[in-house]
T-cell receptor
Protein backbone atom coordinates (compact mmCIF):
# COMPACT_ATOMS: atom_id res chain seq x y z
CA UNK A 1 0.00 0.00 0.00
CA UNK A 2 1.70 3.14 -1.23
CA UNK A 3 1.58 5.95 1.30
CA UNK A 4 3.26 8.45 -1.01
CA UNK A 5 2.13 8.54 -4.61
CA UNK A 6 3.54 10.32 -7.60
CA UNK A 7 1.02 9.52 -10.28
CA UNK A 8 2.92 11.03 -13.20
CA UNK A 9 5.95 8.93 -14.13
CA UNK A 10 7.15 11.61 -16.52
CA UNK A 11 6.75 15.27 -17.40
CA UNK A 12 8.12 17.28 -20.29
CA UNK A 13 8.26 21.09 -20.34
CA UNK A 14 9.91 23.82 -22.39
CA UNK A 15 12.85 25.77 -21.04
CA UNK A 16 11.69 28.92 -19.31
CA UNK A 17 8.23 27.59 -18.51
CA UNK A 18 6.94 26.34 -15.19
CA UNK A 19 7.32 22.70 -14.13
CA UNK A 20 4.76 21.38 -11.64
CA UNK A 21 5.38 18.04 -10.02
CA UNK A 22 2.64 16.55 -7.90
CA UNK A 23 2.57 14.20 -4.94
CA UNK A 24 -0.29 12.72 -2.90
CA UNK A 25 -0.08 10.99 0.44
CA UNK A 26 -2.41 8.96 2.60
CA UNK A 27 -0.91 9.08 6.09
CA UNK A 28 -2.14 12.09 8.05
CA UNK A 29 0.62 11.53 10.62
CA UNK A 30 3.34 12.65 8.22
CA UNK A 31 4.87 15.79 9.69
CA UNK A 32 7.50 16.76 7.16
CA UNK A 33 7.73 16.54 3.39
CA UNK A 34 10.79 16.68 1.20
CA UNK A 35 11.71 16.70 -2.46
CA UNK A 36 14.81 15.01 -3.79
CA UNK A 37 16.35 15.25 -7.22
CA UNK A 38 18.22 12.36 -8.80
CA UNK A 39 20.50 12.27 -11.80
CA UNK A 40 21.41 8.92 -13.43
CA UNK A 41 24.08 6.94 -11.60
CA UNK A 42 24.03 9.34 -8.66
CA UNK A 43 22.32 9.27 -5.31
CA UNK A 44 19.30 11.53 -4.72
CA UNK A 45 20.10 15.04 -3.52
CA UNK A 46 17.93 17.01 -1.15
CA UNK A 47 16.15 19.89 -2.83
CA UNK A 48 13.56 21.51 -0.60
CA UNK A 49 11.30 20.64 2.30
CA UNK A 50 8.19 21.82 4.09
CA UNK A 51 6.82 21.28 7.55
CA UNK A 52 3.23 20.11 7.88
CA UNK A 53 2.40 23.31 9.75
CA UNK A 54 3.16 25.43 6.70
CA UNK A 55 1.55 25.63 3.30
CA UNK A 56 4.39 27.09 1.25
CA UNK A 57 8.16 27.15 1.21
CA UNK A 58 10.25 28.90 -1.40
CA UNK A 59 13.91 28.61 -2.29
CA UNK A 60 15.00 30.44 -5.40
CA UNK A 61 13.35 28.88 -8.44
CA UNK A 62 11.81 26.11 -6.33
CA UNK A 63 8.58 26.39 -4.36
CA UNK A 64 6.78 23.63 -2.54
CA UNK A 65 3.08 23.92 -1.74
CA UNK A 66 1.27 21.77 0.81
CA UNK A 67 -2.48 21.26 0.96
CA UNK A 68 -3.07 19.22 4.10
CA UNK A 69 -6.79 18.88 3.68
CA UNK A 70 -6.26 17.33 0.26
CA UNK A 71 -3.13 15.45 1.37
CA UNK A 72 -1.38 16.88 -1.63
CA UNK A 73 1.87 18.66 -2.26
CA UNK A 74 3.47 20.05 -5.34
CA UNK A 75 6.86 21.29 -6.42
CA UNK A 76 7.00 24.28 -8.75
CA UNK A 77 10.13 25.08 -10.70
CA UNK A 78 10.15 28.40 -12.48
CA UNK A 79 11.73 29.14 -14.82
CA UNK A 80 12.65 25.57 -15.78
CA UNK A 81 16.15 24.97 -17.10
CA UNK A 82 17.59 22.02 -19.06
CA UNK A 83 19.80 21.22 -16.05
CA UNK A 84 16.65 20.55 -14.04
CA UNK A 85 16.08 17.41 -16.11
CA UNK A 86 16.19 14.59 -13.56
CA UNK A 87 13.97 12.26 -11.57
CA UNK A 88 12.20 14.00 -8.69
CA UNK A 89 11.16 12.05 -5.62
CA UNK A 90 8.61 13.19 -3.09
CA UNK A 91 9.23 11.92 0.45
CA UNK A 92 7.42 12.17 3.77
CA UNK A 93 8.54 11.69 7.35
CA UNK A 94 6.46 9.72 9.80
CA UNK A 95 5.67 12.01 12.72
CA UNK A 96 6.05 9.17 15.20
CA UNK A 97 9.60 10.20 16.12
CA UNK A 98 11.49 8.20 13.52
CA UNK A 99 13.62 9.94 10.94
CA UNK A 100 12.91 7.40 8.23
CA UNK A 101 11.29 8.67 5.07
CA UNK A 102 8.66 7.16 2.81
CA UNK A 103 9.34 7.86 -0.86
CA UNK A 104 7.19 8.02 -3.94
CA UNK A 105 8.21 6.29 -7.17
CA UNK A 106 9.48 9.47 -8.74
CA UNK A 107 8.65 11.66 -11.71
CA UNK A 108 11.11 12.02 -14.56
CA UNK A 109 11.26 15.67 -15.62
CA UNK A 110 12.62 16.59 -19.03
CA UNK A 111 13.21 20.28 -19.78
CA UNK A 112 13.61 20.85 -23.50
CA UNK A 113 15.83 23.69 -24.75
CA UNK B 1 34.90 12.58 4.07
CA UNK B 2 33.13 15.18 2.02
CA UNK B 3 30.24 12.93 1.08
CA UNK B 4 28.72 9.53 1.70
CA UNK B 5 30.88 6.85 0.15
CA UNK B 6 29.57 3.45 -0.90
CA UNK B 7 31.45 0.43 -2.14
CA UNK B 8 31.44 -1.38 -4.40
CA UNK B 9 29.64 0.75 -6.96
CA UNK B 10 28.62 -2.37 -8.86
CA UNK B 11 28.35 -5.97 -7.75
CA UNK B 12 27.36 -9.00 -9.79
CA UNK B 13 26.87 -12.16 -7.79
CA UNK B 14 25.52 -15.62 -8.32
CA UNK B 15 22.25 -16.63 -6.77
CA UNK B 16 22.82 -18.18 -3.37
CA UNK B 17 26.03 -16.30 -2.57
CA UNK B 18 26.41 -13.80 0.26
CA UNK B 19 27.27 -10.16 -0.41
CA UNK B 20 28.43 -7.28 1.75
CA UNK B 21 27.83 -3.66 0.87
CA UNK B 22 29.72 -0.92 2.62
CA UNK B 23 28.78 2.63 3.53
CA UNK B 24 31.03 5.39 4.87
CA UNK B 25 28.83 8.23 6.13
CA UNK B 26 29.75 11.88 6.44
CA UNK B 27 31.95 12.43 9.46
CA UNK B 28 29.89 13.62 12.42
CA UNK B 29 26.57 12.40 11.05
CA UNK B 30 24.92 10.35 13.76
CA UNK B 31 22.11 8.91 11.66
CA UNK B 32 22.63 6.36 8.89
CA UNK B 33 20.02 4.85 6.63
CA UNK B 34 19.86 2.09 4.05
CA UNK B 35 17.32 2.18 1.23
CA UNK B 36 17.01 0.24 -1.97
CA UNK B 37 15.53 1.08 -5.32
CA UNK B 38 14.32 -1.73 -7.51
CA UNK B 39 13.64 -1.15 -11.19
CA UNK B 40 10.69 1.21 -11.66
CA UNK B 41 10.12 1.57 -7.94
CA UNK B 42 10.63 4.28 -5.40
CA UNK B 43 13.14 4.13 -2.60
CA UNK B 44 12.29 1.41 -0.12
CA UNK B 45 13.40 1.87 3.50
CA UNK B 46 15.50 -0.97 4.89
CA UNK B 47 17.15 0.02 8.18
CA UNK B 48 18.03 3.12 10.21
CA UNK B 49 20.77 3.69 12.80
CA UNK B 50 20.64 6.66 15.17
CA UNK B 51 23.56 7.13 17.52
CA UNK B 52 23.76 4.37 20.12
CA UNK B 53 20.07 3.53 19.93
CA UNK B 54 18.86 0.15 18.75
CA UNK B 55 18.48 0.25 14.96
CA UNK B 56 15.07 0.41 13.32
CA UNK B 57 15.07 -2.78 11.26
CA UNK B 58 11.43 -2.63 10.30
CA UNK B 59 12.15 -2.37 6.58
CA UNK B 60 14.37 -5.40 6.17
CA UNK B 61 12.49 -7.69 3.76
CA UNK B 62 13.67 -11.00 5.20
CA UNK B 63 16.05 -12.52 7.73
CA UNK B 64 18.60 -12.90 4.92
CA UNK B 65 19.22 -9.18 5.31
CA UNK B 66 21.23 -7.72 8.18
CA UNK B 67 23.22 -4.60 8.84
CA UNK B 68 25.62 -3.32 11.42
CA UNK B 69 27.26 -0.04 12.16
CA UNK B 70 30.63 -0.18 13.84
CA UNK B 71 31.89 2.60 16.08
CA UNK B 72 29.02 4.83 15.08
CA UNK B 73 30.54 5.28 11.65
CA UNK B 74 30.94 2.72 8.85
CA UNK B 75 28.01 0.44 8.11
CA UNK B 76 27.83 -2.89 6.32
CA UNK B 77 24.67 -4.33 4.79
CA UNK B 78 24.86 -8.10 4.37
CA UNK B 79 22.58 -10.14 2.18
CA UNK B 80 22.85 -13.89 2.65
CA UNK B 81 21.87 -16.47 0.05
CA UNK B 82 21.07 -13.83 -2.52
CA UNK B 83 18.01 -14.20 -4.73
CA UNK B 84 17.26 -12.60 -8.09
CA UNK B 85 14.64 -10.35 -6.50
CA UNK B 86 17.43 -8.80 -4.41
CA UNK B 87 18.76 -7.12 -7.56
CA UNK B 88 18.46 -3.38 -6.98
CA UNK B 89 20.42 -0.23 -6.27
CA UNK B 90 21.22 -0.10 -2.57
CA UNK B 91 21.51 3.46 -1.30
CA UNK B 92 23.04 4.60 1.94
CA UNK B 93 22.38 8.03 3.43
CA UNK B 94 23.44 9.90 6.52
CA UNK B 95 22.22 12.93 8.40
CA UNK B 96 22.90 14.90 11.53
CA UNK B 97 20.08 13.01 13.19
CA UNK B 98 16.91 13.90 15.00
CA UNK B 99 15.54 17.25 13.98
CA UNK B 100 17.77 17.50 10.97
CA UNK B 101 16.02 17.33 7.65
CA UNK B 102 17.34 16.13 4.36
CA UNK B 103 19.63 13.18 4.05
CA UNK B 104 22.86 13.09 2.09
CA UNK B 105 22.86 10.02 -0.11
CA UNK B 106 25.75 8.07 -1.52
CA UNK B 107 25.82 7.06 -5.17
CA UNK B 108 24.64 3.57 -4.36
CA UNK B 109 25.70 0.00 -5.05
CA UNK B 110 24.04 -1.61 -8.04
CA UNK B 111 23.58 -5.27 -7.13
CA UNK B 112 22.79 -7.79 -9.83
CA UNK B 113 22.04 -11.38 -8.86
CA UNK B 114 22.39 -13.80 -11.77
Amino acid sequence: DQQVKQNSPSLSVQEGRISILNCDYTNSMFDYFLWYKKYPAEGPTFLISISSIKDKNEDGRFTVFLNKSAKHLSLHIVPSQPGDSAVYFCAARDGGGSEKLVFGKGTKLTVNP
Amino acid sequence: GAGVSQSPSNKVTEKGKDVELRCDPISGHTALYWYRQSLGQGLEFLIYFQGNSAPDKSGLPSDRFSAERTGGSVSTLTIQRTQQEDSAVYLCASSLGTGSYGYTFGSGTRLTVV
